[in-house]
């Protein structure tokens, strides 16, 4: 009796199935879309800040056109 589930135990083991692999994302075209959260921060993706030569918490100048558009530069 004992092997009895011994053997059910083993014929209802689920099959290992292989992992895919995660793809490379595309790279980032410009101009991007993007929103202000509701804590009033933009959502760079890290694509964007390589591709821009950016890092985390580097200064940045915003600058108001008069077409009321902002132009973001390297402080």
Known sequence: MADEKLNKVKAKKPE???????????????????????????????????????????ALKIEKNADGSATLRKA
């Open 16 to 58: 290992v199935k292989a992992k895919a692999k995660p793809e490379k994302p595309a790279a980032p075209t410009f101009p991007a879309d993007c929103r202000i959260n509701n804590y009033g921060f933009l959502g760079f993706k890290a694509g964007w800040l390589s591709e821009l030569g950016w890092t985390k918490g580097m």
